[in-house]
Nanobody, 128 residues
């Protein structure tokens, strides 16, 4: 059974760092795009970053570009999101998802097309 399990969230002060993990089981990481999206209370879902399984190419939303880094470990079947210089506006629940359709980048915003599996999320709170 395919599963994605996020971990690594928590409470951090502004300017701090966290590394999120997305452990994938039930299929081999090397066939689909994996993306991270977040959802804050009262806000729309926002695509944060994604990584291609074919060539490892990455994409980021403008709100996190230069601060977040996505990577993958095909041996561990895990995708990571390194988050640096965190801001209160980054507070949200972070989810990883398998993307079958593709990724559309428009006006600095990522939209994931055809997410078919995602995890339960891990909460990130940035506050002093």
């Amino acid at each position: 059974q395919l599963q994605l399990v996020e971990s690594g969230g928590g409470l951090v002060q502004p300017g701090g760092s966290l590394r999120l993990s997305c452990a994938v089981s039930g299929y081999t990481l090397g066939y689909y795009i994996i993306g991270w999206f977040r959802q804050a209370p009262g806000k729309e879902r926002e695509g944060v970053s994604c990584i291609s399984s074919s060539d490892g190419s990455t994409n980021y939303g403008d709100s996190v570009k230069g601060r977040f880094t996505i990577s993958r470990d095909n041996v561990k079947n895990t995708v990571y999101l390194q988050m640096n210089s965190l801001e209160p506006e980054d507070t949200a629940i972070y989810y990883c998802a398998r993307i079958r359709g593709g990724v559309v980048a428009s006006n600095g915003v990522l939209r994931f097309v055809g997410m078919d599996y995602w995890g339960k999320g891990t909460p990130v709170t940035v506050s002093s």
